[in-house]
């Protein structure tokens, strides 16, 4: 009876911990939207925030600079690294690979490869312009590289899948670089897009893309279960009662749909996916459903203080979020790799 | 099976690595004749036997000897160091991918080269220190972050992989801060080719070379033993961590030298001895067969991506070499399922 009692007690703990987590997280993500809308080469006070949301005036240029260029990118921030971090929880889930991420796995070549052909092809060279190729670049090429990943008998290891990313985003790399060395306008459109920024994003492509990011994130939330049955193993979540392939088609779509969003509103970033389920387990335990939550909050915090802290270093010049991300995600995943034991690997 | 049997084995496949260097050198042999008669202005055989042996007339010997045989020369140079180093680090790591290309020891050197060019304005030899500088700092970076009471090839690639994305945003960051002229030359350099051969370079990378490549022949008979395993080689009188060690010096400096002169070739180090272990049909070090094959690579390479591309399009031999290697790499993925000792 005791016993039965305090494995009851453990899991009340469990659960406030992960409710007061919660409502952290949340409190943190409104700080780091706050700070995101605050700082900057200009400096504006919270009171003058406040008002430019809630009382804008015509003609201020503090309310003109939150409203047309702080209030976009956060909503990109948040929006592009909630999608990146749910993408790389399933990417972990479904593959049981604790390394898994959408830019290690060429994600960003592909959205790159159709960037550069639409600049050079179709002279297209805004950032909204650039939404559908990058997207599905970016689908073309998780398919592909998860597909080549997978095959072979054991399946999608850590290792394969880092690896078949790394080749395809070698071999699209020497197609780019083909292009780019000989077309310097595609050069110049291209080269700033590749570096991965919130900045000059237009809230029309966050409308755009609505009914995907919708669709992912639902797929996300109602794969929680799914994806705590099959960190039973394969076996296991059969004789339960799932349905592998089902649970696989349903993964892959909502990382194709919520990575291919990301990449086309922000533009190629790498290790949000990576690092937030990681930051975010020791709080939430193994249960999916509840690293799902926590992602979805953890994510837009790490890309807004990306974003922000690139804006804060260079002053009044800025250093783009994708840089500030890779910057401090690979010296994570590399902690990460000296921890995993080898058997993992 | 008796003595004698053992005996004829060997003796069978000593002479086929024999037959198949001799095969190498013909293809070698074959593909630096083509690339020194081949161009806008195409020798006869004769004509070029006739300027190799110092016979020719004023126009063919420049454009021979001044013009084609350094980037030969070159060619041949840096696609046998590529390929060696290659060989060593996946011997040494236990694992196919374990390549200075994959690893991003390539990656190192041309983040320092594009930051000689673009930012400090430098050219020439000065990019070379430069990469080279980068190529040995990255290889130290991944050493000791990937040591955890021993060095693993997994952890190895994995830790190289993580610092090959950092160093790929660092090129971002030049890459966007940069004119864009400069940046499409910085480009350049760091998909590597042979464009930039002249005859001085080549007599610091023959050198250099061969110090380092007299160093691992005396090893490789060390190197043989720790192929065996890490306790057989130590049962065996050999000490495996420091051999290991100087072995991993040796080849990182081989693929910094090359890297250093004409950029990252992209996939040379890693595929050349697979293949040369495939054609011998036998497991061992195939050292030399290995360098035979990656200059072969090199070479090929670089003539099909001055001559053979559609439209009279010009490229670096990298291009070539990384749209090559890459399909390489994914089908060794694809297919290898042995999770244990050979990797992958």
Sequence with gaps: MPAVLAEKSQRTVLRQRRLWGLVAASVLLGVAILLSLALGARHIALAEVWAALFSPIDGNNDHLVVRELRMPRTIVGVVAGAALALAGTIMQGITRNPLADPGLLGVNAGASLFVVLAISLLGITSPSGYIWFAFVGAAAATCLVYGIGAAGREGATPLKLALAGTAITAAITSIITVILITDTDTLGAYRFWSVGSLASRDLGTVTTLLPFLAMGVLLAAAGGRMLNLLSLGDDVAQGLGQNLSVARIVAGVAVVVLCGSATALAGPLVFVGLVVPHIVRPLTGPDYRWILAFSAIAGPILLLAADVVGRMVVRPAELEAGLVVALVGAPIMIALVRRVKRADL | ?344
């Design chain 2, 1 to 344: 099976m008796t003595f004698t049997g053992v005996h004829s084995v060997r003796q069978a496949a000593r002479r086929r690595q024999g037959i198949i260097t001799l095969f190498l050198l013909v293809v070698v042999a074959a593909l630096a004749g083509a690339a020194l008669a081949v161009g806008d202005y195409t020798l006869s055989l004769p004509d070029l036997a006739a300027t190799l042996v110092g016979h020719g007339e004023g126009s063919d010997n420049f454009i021979v000897l001044r013009l084609r045989l350094p980037r030969v020369v070159m060619g041949i140079l840096v696609g046998a160091a590529f390929a060696v180093s290659g060989a060593l680090f996946q011997t040494l790591l236990r694992n196919p991918l374990a390549s200075p290309d994959i690893i991003g020891i390539s990656g190192g050197a041309s983040v320092a080269a594009a930051f000689s060019i673009l930012i400090l304005g430098l050219g020439g030899a000065a990019v070379t220190g430069f990469a080279f500088s980068g190529a040995l700092v990255i290889a130290v970076v991944i050493y000791v972050l990937a040591w955890r009471g021993g060095v693993n090839g997994y952890r190895f690639v994995l830790v190289g992989v993580g610092l090959a994305f950092m160093v790929q945003a660092m090129l971002g960051y030049l890459m966007t801060r940069g004119d864009v002229r400069e940046v499409q030359q910085a480009l350049v350099w760091i998909v590597g080719g042979l464009g930039g051969s002249n005859w001085s370079s080549i007599a610091t990378v023959a050198i250099t070379l061969a110090v380092l490549l007299v160093m691992v022949t005396i090893l490789s008979a060390r190197l043989r033993v720790l192929q065996l395993g890490d306790e057989v080689a130590a049962g065996l009188g050999v000490s495996v961590e420091a051999t290991r060690l100087t072995l991993l010096v040796l080849a990182v400096g081989l693929v910094a030298v090359g890297t250093a002169f004409v950029g990252p070739l992209a996939f040379v180090a890693f595929v050349s001895a697979p293949i040369a272990r495939r054609l011998n049909a036998a497991g061992g070090l195939a050292l030399v067969s290995s360098a035979l094959v990656g200059a072969a690579l090199v070479l090929a390479a670089d003539f099909a991506a001055q001559h053979l591309l559609p439209g009279e399009l010009q490229v670096p031999a990298g291009i070539l070499t990384g749209i090559v290697g890459a399909p390489y790499l994914l089908w060794l993925l694809a297919t290898t399922t042995n999770g244990g000792g050979r990797g992958a």
